[in-house]
Each structure stands twice: as C-alpha cells, then as structure tokens.
C-alpha cells in the first residue's frame, strides 16, 4: 500500500474515529442486535468452496464483472472484430471511466485512491481498443489505395469513410489523402507518405 493512502486512511479515523466510537459505545444494543439479526455468526469459512462461488459472481458490481469481460473475452481477440464492433466497445470503456470519475469527484477522498485504480484499469483496455483499432484502420486504408476495387469487410458500417477514401484516392488529391488517413488514424505524415507512396 502507498505511503499516500496509507495516510489518508490513518486521517480518516483520526478524524472520524472518535465520533463513530462514541455512538458504537452509546448504542451497543441496538448494533449487537442488527449484527445477531444478520446471522454473522454463520459465515463460510472456506470462500472458495464451489457453492459459494456463483452467490460471490451474482454479488460483483456489474461494472467489475463487464471489465473481467473485457480483459478475458475482448481484449484477446481485438485483430479479429470489424470497425464497428471495436468502435462500440471503446464508446463503453469510455462511458465506465466517465463513470469513475463521477463516482470519483462525489466520494470521500479514501476511496479516491480506489478509483483511481479503476480508472487506469479501463483505461489500459481503451488504449488496447485504440491502438488495434488504428493499426486495422491503416492497414485497411492501405488496402485500398493499392486496390480501389478492394472490398473491406472491417468497414462494415462505416461505408461513407471508405467513399471518402475512394474519392481522395487521385493524384490531385494525395495531399488530402495523407491528411485524411493521418486524422483517422493519428500516424505521423512521413510514413504515410511513404507506405502510400504518391502515384505517377
């Protein structure tokens, strides 16, 4: 654990130790009784044991479960998911780190360390689902400007970028056809140029 938040939980019940003491010790009864009246006494000792393990999956926060989707089911098997698919999970990882931080800017500063996991978390599977998606994108652009009758299955749904493409794939318009593939997929200008080397 950080030296950061190690301290940052030794100021919270610096803090607000006192006060919740004081109330346990005030209203022991009333705690004893709610405790005994969930039955903590009959906890399972062994938590790995095979009937607890579906109860355990049904309790995870449906976020966690979605991002053991993510790291299990999606992430190995990005080079085989059109534009479509790939631009639909990173619409959801962004959405879970909006989320975060949301949750984030409204918590206690203890659990702000917690999020901040989370988020670098998810944020490492959206920089897997970007870069995928920018390689499949040059590689796809690159397909094209050496075959204009090549049809791409990845652009599934993305018809008009391939019409763009189409239409800048002229020798007037080189120049605005690096530019374009350099805006979609971020590569720098240079190798551009020189991987979709100008026609003649």
């Known amino acids: 654990m950080s030296k950061k938040s190690t301290e940052l939980i030794v100021n919270g019940v610096k803090k607000y130790g006192p006060t919740v003491g004081k109330l346990a010790l005030k209203h022991n009864k009333e705690i004893m009784g709610a405790l005994g009246s969930i039955n903590l006494k009959k906890r399972p000792k062994n938590t790995d044991d095979s009937e607890q393990s579906p109860k355990k999956a049904k309790n995870k926060h449906p976020r966690k479960q ?78 094209l400007f050496n075959n204009p009758e090549y049809q791409s299955d990845y652009f599934t749904g993305f018809e008009g970028d391939v019409e763009k493409f189409k239409k800048l794939n002229t020798v007037e318009q080189y120049d605005a056809l690096v530019q374009y593939v350099h805006e979609k997929t971020m590569i720098e200008i240079e190798q551009i140029k020189r991987e979709f080397s100008a026609p003649v």
């Not at 190995?76 to 619409?91: A, G, H, I, K, M």
């Not at 909006?98 to 917690?114: G, N, P, R």
Request: aromatic share 10%; proline share 1%.
């Open 66 to 143: 979605r991002y053991q989707y993510y790291l299990t089911e999606v992430t190995p098997t990005l080079d085989t998911r059109n534009r479509d698919e790939l631009f639909q999970y990173r619409l959801e990882v962004e959405q879970c780190i909006q989320q975060i931080k949301m949750e984030q800017a409204q918590d206690i500063v203890i659990k702000k360390q917690i999020h901040e996991g989370r988020i670098k978390e998810w944020e490492s599977i959206l920089s897997h689902i970007v870069s995928q998606m920018t390689i499949k994108d040059y590689m796809e652009y690159l397909r």
